[in-house]
């Protein structure tokens, strides 16, 4: 399990290590049962503070994406991966729609635009 | 769960007085004491440590007053303090010999651990180590009876960045048992950045400012802009301005009421824990 925080990003270090859990969980590489490593053990390997652990993993509790049973730890739970990809399409389609309109206030075509995402989707 | 409980606490030596009407350390957590140099942060520790005595309050360690119960509260803390009391002509290892068997707890394969990773030859003497090595060693003298609360004044302070990061490594290796606190003093404020949990900040013998981690990187930013932006609202809800012939800055506590009136031109910084010591104490002072 990989997970790469950065001090420069704007992006709060908690959010940072939920959002790349929610990844991992959302991807597949962490499934339903897998413990995830304690809110401590977790804080010293990333040099960061137990405060912050303990905040990403409150927020992935929130959502629904792991359990924590106390004293034995935090495990990833059943999600619905069909609703969560559900979630992430809806959450694609809403950029989609930002993309369009600018797409549309300078002028560029459905063609245009086509050709550009396809560009890009195949360097990725 | 507080570990350290500090009320009504009044110390005055010369013309400096320290004021604490309350202050409560967390159980389980680091807790970062920062402050200009002379500021009260070392008196503070003392007092905890019950080497000074106090002119009214209470300070309460583990439930316990440290004024009266100081014998079994200090069989559970480690501090490292300066100057560290060591006899300079003993070796290192007599200076164990000295210290475990105060302790129940001693450790000899974590002192002998710790010594490895810090490279210590325990046979030279102690007015031979470096300064840093000294720090070292104190540290590890205060950590090798795996004490509860861990207390640090300045034990950073005039080390290389490898050994802070190494001492940092070991801090949180303690800490991985939800019962050790850590609470310590420092001016080189990144190390606090890094694992920090809570921060208390003190000027002029007041606590001024206690927060934790997430809500000091969250909240704080740094505003600067051109001079005609800085409006009546804004300057009210601005600490420690600075304006010069080219603009203004300063430290916000962002709530949203202030996030509304920022306008285009104004940039919004990020603001570190060291920024907030500078803008506070400059605020402090008009």
């Known amino acids: 399990?990989?997970?790469?925080?950065?001090?420069?990003?704007?992006?709060?270090?908690?959010?940072?290590?939920?959002?790349?859990m929610k990844h991992l969980i959302v991807t597949g590489e962490l499934t339903a049962g897998d413990m995830l490593p304690s809110i401590r053990g977790l804080?010293?390997?990333?040099?960061?503070?137990?405060?912050?652990?303990?905040?990403?993993?409150?927020?992935?509790?929130?959502?629904?994406?792991?359990?924590?049973?106390p004293g034995k730890g935090s495990y990833v739970s059943t999600v619905n991966l069909d609703i969560l990809?559900?979630?992430?399409?809806?959450?694609?389609?809403?950029?989609?729609?930002?993309i369009i309109e600018s797409a549309k206030k300078i002028g560029l075509s459905k063609a245009e635009l086509k050709e550009r995402i396809e560009l890009l989707y195949e360097e990725e | 769960m507080n570990v350290i409980e500090i009320d009504n606490v009044?110390?005055?030596?010369?013309?400096?007085?320290?004021?604490?009407?309350?202050?409560?350390?967390?159980?389980g957590y680091i807790t970062g004491f920062i402050g200009q140099n002379g500021s009260g942060k070392t008196t503070t520790l003392k007092l905890i440590m019950n080497l000074l005595k106090?002119?009214?309050?209470?300070?309460?360690?583990f439930g316990k007053d440290v004024a009266t119960e100081s014998k079994q509260i200090h069989e559970q803390i480690g501090f490292v303090g300066?100057?560290?009391?060591y006899m300079t002509e003993a070796t290192l290892e007599q200076t164990k010999q000295m210290i475990a068997p105060f302790y129940k707890t001693w450790d000899d394969a974590l002192f002998n651990k710790y010594v490895k990773a810090f490279q210590l030859d325990t046979s030279k003497k102690i007015k031979e180590l470096s300064q840093g090595q000294n720090k070292q060693a104190a540290l590890i003298m205060a950590l090798s009876h795996r004490p509860k609360l861990i207390l640090l004044d300045e034990a950073t302070a005039n080390l290389d960045p490898v050994i802070r990061a190494q001492i940092l490594d070991i801090l949180m290796e303690h800490m991985q048992s939800e019962e050790v606190s850590v609470f310590y003093s420092t001016h080189i404020t990144s190390d606090l950045d890094k694992a920090s949990d809570y921060v208390v900040m003190m000027n002029n013998g007041k606590v001024v400012l206690y927060e934790d981690k997430e809500t000091l990187d969250s909240k704080y930013l740094i505003i600067k802009g051109p001079k005609k932006a800085l409006n009546d609202t804004l300057e009210k809800e601005l600490i420690g301005i600075q304006k010069n012939a080219f603009g203004f800055e300063g430290l916000a506590r962002l709530s949203e009421n202030m996030?509304?009136?920022?306008?285009?031109?104004?940039?919004?910084?990020?603001?570190?824990?060291?920024?907030?010591?500078?803008?506070?104490?400059?605020?402090?002072r008009k």
């Open chain 2, 54 to 61: 106090l002119d009214g309050g209470q300070i309460k360690v």
């Open chain 2, 259 to 284: 996030a509304k009136t920022l306008g285009n031109e104004l940039i919004c910084e990020k603001a570190n824990i060291e920024d907030i010591m500078i803008f506070t104490q400059r605020g402090s």
């Open chain 2, 10 to 27: 009044k110390k005055t030596l010369g013309n400096f007085t320290l004021d604490i009407p309350h202050l409560a350390i967390k159980e």
């Open chain 2, 82 to 85: 300066e100057p560290t009391g």
């Open chain 1, 43 to 69: 804080a010293k390997d990333l040099k960061v503070s137990i405060i912050t652990t303990k905040k990403a993993y409150e927020e992935l509790e929130e959502g629904g994406f792991i359990e924590t049973l």
């Open chain 1, 1 to 20: 399990m990989d997970i790469i925080i950065s001090n420069q990003s704007a992006t709060p270090l908690y959010l940072q290590i939920s959002e790349q």
């Open chain 1, 85 to 98: 990809k559900e979630a992430q399409i809806s959450k694609i389609e809403e950029s989609l729609h930002d």
